[in-house]
């Protein structure tokens, strides 16, 4: 039996096959609109993670569920070109996971999900050494009870985990204690403790889960993170969008490569934001993954959104009173 090769990366989590549809402007309850263009590609919140890490020099793996479709077929080959290691499970008779993308002419998406539950990852279905044979995992926490188990044998192998999650699915409060950076949607921290605030939600969560970082990123408003002393907080940078979809995948990605690389906290969220805006150039999930080096020169040429340009309030108390920028 080979012994499996230990990478840097392990992600367990969604894939699925997105079709994005441009339109110029949302359509109303009952309209009809014509739309300007379709496309079929590989996505999925923790599948392009991987990917993104992958591109940018480390060693990865991923571990999810498919059908046996096309679309599975798809996923396969792009793992295989990318790459990526690829621990594939497969639901025999049924199709794997797929998105209909609305974006409009400011490159905002709208997501419309399919996923049957034959491809749900089950706890039984992952082996240990797919999980401890790396120096970090990734995970998004919608199939939690196998997120839960993945992390659990990370903690114990110490091995550190990063979590994506957007929304609060059943058992995910023993996911989270096994989290070491909490990377959230901005309405996740809110939602989860009840707190108004959302430096006060951060706190909270850190506190209760014992998570070393919990953070939440906040769109054109760049990213806000409590460290459990103090918090940071870096502005997006400014870009001509074209689509925001894979934009948090992407920011995940830049946080485990600078976690791995070993940079200070406020270089990974400057480099995780600039990620994120570079995809946002393009069309697609993994449309505007580009090299390190196209990355940081963006960092070294692009300007930032100014406080004045900020919506969240709490994003505006934080900075003057922290000193993060």
């Known amino acids: 039996m080979t012994e499996l090769a230990k990478v840097d990366v392990v992600g367990v989590g969604l894939n699925a096959t997105d079709t994005t549809i441009h339109i110029a402007e949302f359509p109303e309850c009952g309209s009809k609109v014509e739309y300007d263009s379709e496309r079929v590609t590989p996505g999925g919140q923790v599948a392009s993670t991987v990917v993104a890490c992958q591109t940018w020099g480390l060693s990865t793996r991923y571990v999810g569920k498919l059908g046996d479709d096309d679309a599975a077929r798809l996923h396969a080959r792009e793992f295989e070109r990318t790459g990526v290691e690829a621990q594939l499970i497969h639901a025999a008779g049924t199709t794997s996971a797929r998105s209909l993308i609305l974006v409009d002419r400011r490159g905002e998406r709208t997501v419309m999900c399919r996923r049957d539950e034959r491809v749900v990852l089950r706890p039984e279905e992952l082996k240990r050494e797919w999980i ?194």
């Open 132 to 325: 401890v044979n790396a120096r970090a995992l990734h995970v998004d926490g919608h199939d939690t009870p196998a997120a839960t188990l993945a992390a659990g044998w990370a903690r114990e192998a110490g091995v550190p985990v990063v979590a994506d999650l957007d929304e609060i699915y059943p058992g995910v409060d023993a996911l989270i204690e096994k989290i070491d950076y909490l990377i959230v949607s901005r309405d996740f921290p809110k939602r989860l403790t009840g707190k108004t605030s959302l430096k006060a939600a951060l706190r909270e969560i850190q506190v209760r889960y014992g998570c070393g970082l919990t953070a939440a990123t906040l769109g054109p408003d760049g990213v806000m993170a409590w460290d459990g002393e103090r918090f940071h907080y870096a502005p997006a940078y400014r870009v001509n969008v074209v689509d925001t979809t894979g934009a948090g995948d992407i920011f995940h990605a830049g946080f485990i490569y600078g976690l791995l690389q070993r940079w200070g906290l406020e270089r990974q969220l400057d480099f995780s934001c600039a990620a994120a805006a570079l995809n946002c150039m393009h069309e697609g999930a993994r449309g505007g993954i580009r090299p390190v080096e196209a990355i940081e020169a963006l960092m070294a040429t692009t300007p930032r959104y100014e406080m004045d340009d900020l919506s969240v309030s709490s994003v505006r108390e934080v900075v003057p009173a922290e000193g993060a920028l």
